[in-house]
């Protein structure tokens, strides 16, 4: 089983930044993908980025130019740096492991861009 704990959220105004952590805990592959999806009211979850075991990532088209993902792999930890932020972006973001054929997913944690 795998164990994810997120934290970084909260209330932030356009324009700002948010970084958002994930740490992994429990049977942990060393070939895995970690990211982050998000979901906001009313709309389905969708991928923001991935990050692959050999540093690949992958963004969804409004991130790009905007955010960051990076991981620790000593530390288990997935990363997501987010600058420019738009109210558009508030969601409740989710940090996803998937390894070997299976996904685990956190608790999630609120973001909310707002003047």
């Known amino acids: 089983q795998v164990q994810l704990v997120e934290s970084g959220g909260g209330l932030v105004q356009p324009g700002g930044s948010l970084r958002l952590s994930c740490a992994a805990s429990?049977?942990?592959?060393?070939?895995?993908?970690m990211g982050w999806y998000r979901q906001a009211p009313g709309k389905e979850r969708e991928l923001v980025a991935v990050?692959?075991?050999?540093?690949?990532?992958r963004y969804t088209d409004s991130m790009k130019g905007r955010s960051t993902i990076s991981r620790d792999n000593a530390k288990n930890t997935v990363y997501l740096q987010m600058n420019s932020l738009k109210p558009e972006d508030t969601a409740v973001y989710y940090c996803n492991v998937a390894q070997r054929g299976d996904q685990y997913w956190g608790q999630g944690t609120q973001v909310t861009v707002s003047s």
């Open positions: 990050i692959f075991s050999d540093g690949t990532t």
């Open positions: 429990g049977s942990i592959f060393s070939m895995n993908r």
